[in-house]
């Protein structure tokens, strides 16, 4: 009676450590995982460049749009004089 018992509690460990044991087939390595990572970074320090490059043609386009206008009205002050 107790060598069943002992014989129970040994398949359930077993069963156990067989789930364990694919459970862990599953998981990345550090490595990978590194790996991974650096592409992740990469390519948020890619699309920062490219959102840092958006906001200061952003910053141009309006001083640019704001001396135009200045001109424009020049010209229109000037044209209204003769």
Known sequence: MAGEKLEKTVDKIALEVVKHTEAIKNLVTRDE???KMDRVLDGQDKMTVILQRL????????ERIRHLEEEVNKIKSHLALT
Do not use: A, H
């Not at 906001?55 to 309006?62: G, L, N, S």
């Open 33 to 35: 995982f590194d790996k």
């Open 55 to 62: 906001d200061q043609e952003r910053v141009f386009t309006i």
